[in-house]
């Protein structure tokens, strides 16, 4: 074993560190040094969005002391931006093993640095949080959760006073304020209880009723108030307020999935608690055929994704991806705010450089002005901020199930997401259509867009290496043509330069440096690269698109697509 990745562990067995973390580490010392590589390699990066990792002992794990020093380095910055003031942070917590005694952990901190703490009294939603921080006026908030990741992981994210996650300058001088915490001892522990105040319900009812302004249809829901919904929170944080929110826009048949309304951080009955993986929605898929239901969906745990499943024309229950689900969105909400009348050049909407560009088709047919932003929802906010008072947001998303309407929260918002998709099947099921045949529509009077997201996971060091060398191979050996089709153009975020290959011309791309690599190929094929800034992944999205002249050639024209799609993975040696 390196020996600086052993002395380091051995500092965590003297000093201040807790006895039971003293004598766990002695005995992986003794027992595992693979563990202990592992666990000692590096100093967990509090990265742009926060912190994220397996939990356990070490500096390369959630635990307590990962904890603590990020938030003393968070609350460091918070008091050198907004100096002269009394302090506010709020923070709330998913379902996750050891989320309330992180959330604890950071609350103590937090208070011990003088700090009024706004502890939320139970499991959360992430976009109530990025609302409580700018309702209770807060400079900062912290969620708890690790998202979707597997059960063993555990993070910490991060936000500023507008409630989304931060973004230039703040992002990479938080992470400098938390690098200078170098030791435990550095560590403001002793919590004071007289800073730590207890929210809840109050905030849950102020964040309902605005979401409840979200409806469009209000007229519609009460004409198709039975449609059967089933729903799970997939033992996460959606079971405070999914539910709640369906009833308050007026549906009354909603059905939850008994066995996974149960806030458990050990999942039972899942693999994994990700909205994106067909067999998470399994359970109640199976009580959607059981109850011949109309609509299914799922959140994840911290409730800012959601997956769902609708009918097809042959009845069956059939998962769409979050492209599709943008797509339905999109479309739902602009035509109503056109209906409405309410559309008068100022408005906008996001959306994200791997997501579908049919949702830039929608706004464009509609005068809408648009916005493409890297990958992450803080961009998104990001756009909110910058436009407020001038232009205003309609809706945002990406394509990995995560939408916004509305600017009062700052961040993915699955639970609102929940109601305006239950929102836009009433209002296709009053034409005489489903989400299905909405969907169809779309594509002949846009083109069929189809996409995929293929992702290669490298776990621990090693992988992290790996993956590295991936994406410096791809910048110094770029393909030539991707499944017999010429690279016409590459888009290089890192270098923030577009090169067109055909005539050599190089120009600016004005969007934030990002490690994202797209490639354009002859035949209108788009391929993204990026790692993943919250897992042990690589991504390689695709895009591709056909005109569909008639419902009827729906299938076959999807077939081809499908066809297309798995050459090109095929032609990049993913499979």
């Known amino acids: 074993m390196d020996q600086s990745i052993l002395e380091k562990a051995k500092s965590w067995t003297s000093g ?28 967990l990066e509090f990265g742009t969005g926060g912190l994220r990792g397996v939990m356990g002992d070490g500096t390369n794990r959630m635990n307590k002391y990962t904890v603590g020093m990020a938030t003393q380095g968070l609350a460091n910055y918070v008091m050198r931006m907004f100096p002269g003031i009394q302090h506010k942070m709020a923070i709330a917590h998913d379902s996750r093993n050891n989320s309330r005694y992180f959330a604890q952990i950071t609350a103590e901190v937090l208070s011990a640095n003088g700090f009024l703490v706004y502890l939320f009294d139970d499991i959360r939603p992430t976009p109530e949080l990025s609302f409580a921080v700018r309702q209770l006026g807060c400079q900062s908030g912290v969620m708890i959760t690790a998202s979707h990741n597997p059960k063993e992981y555990n993070g910490y994210k991060a936000y500023w006073d507008d409630g989304a996650q931060f973004i230039a ?15 435990i001892d550095q560590v403001k ?3 004071d209880p007289g800073n730590i105040i207890s929210i809840g319900r109050e905030i849950d009812e102020a964040y309902l009723a605005k979401l409840k302004t979200l409806s469009l249809s209000p007229d519609i829901i009460r004409q198709q108030k039975d449609l059967k919904i089933v729903y799970t929170p997939l033992h996460g944080t959606g079971r405070t307020l999914v539910p709640e929110i369906l009833k308050r826009f007026g549906f009354e048949n909603i059905h939850p999935v008994p066995e996974q309304m149960i806030a458990d951080g050990n999942f039972p009955t899942i693999h994994s608690p990700n909205p994106e993986e067909h067999p998470a929605l399994d359970m109640a898929i199976q009580l959607a055929e059981k109850l011949n239901a109309d609509l299914v969906m799922a959140t994840d745990p911290d409730a800012d994704r959601v997956g769902i499943a609708v009918r097809d024309n042959k009845n069956n229950m059939i998962l769409l991806n979050g492209n599709q689900t943008a797509s339905l969105l999109f479309y739902y909400v602009i035509t109503k705010w056109d209906e409405l009348g309410k559309l008068n050049g100022k408005q906008f909407i996001v959306k994200t450089i791997v997501t579908s560009e049919l949702l830039k088709d929608i706004a ?32 945002g998303g990406e394509e990995s199930y995560g939408y916004l309407a509305g600017d009062f ?16 099947l009433a209002w296709t099921v009053s034409q005489g259509k489903s989400l299905y045949d909405l969907l169809i529509e779309i594509y002949v009077k846009y083109g069929f867009y189809k996409e995929s997201l293929f992702s290669v996971t490298r776990k621990g060091q090693s992988g992290a290496a790996e993956i590295k060398q991936m994406m410096i191979d791809y910048r110094a050996n770029p393909p030539k043509e991707i499944s017999g089709s010429r690279v016409i153009k590459i888009k290089d975020y890192e270098s923030q330069v577009e090169k067109d290959l055909v005539n050599g011309k190089e120009i600016q791309l004005h969007l934030p440096k990002s490690n994202v ?4 190929t002859e035949d209108g094929s788009t391929i993204s690269v990026r790692p993943s ?9 695709f895009g591709i698109r056909e005109n569909l002249g008639n419902r009827s050639a729906f299938e076959e024209t999807g077939k081809k697509l499908d066809e297309k799609l798995q050459r090109i993975i095929r032609s ?4």
């Open 16 to 43: 201040n560190f807790d006895e039971e973390t003293k004598s766990r580490v002695k005995e992986m010392i003794e027992k595992n040094p693979a563990e202990v590589a592992d666990s000692f390699y590096r100093i």
């Open 169 to 183: 300058p703040h992002d990479e001088n938080v992470i400098k304020e938390v690098e200078k915490i170098s030791s």
């Open 189 to 191: 522990w002793q919590g």
């Open 364 to 395: 464009v047919s509609f005068n809408l002005k648009y916005y493409d932003v890297l990958t992450g929802f803080k961009y998104i906010a990001n756009i909110i901020r910058r436009t407020e008072g001038r232009e205003e947001f309609i809706i």
């Open 409 to 424: 929260v700052r961040d993915k918002d699955a639970v609102g997401a929940c109601a305006l998709i239950a929102e836009t």
């Open 517 to 520: 690599l797209q490639f354009y």
């Open 533 to 541: 800034g919250t897992e042990p992944k690589i991504k390689f999205y």
């Open 572 to 575: 990049l040696n993913l499979k």
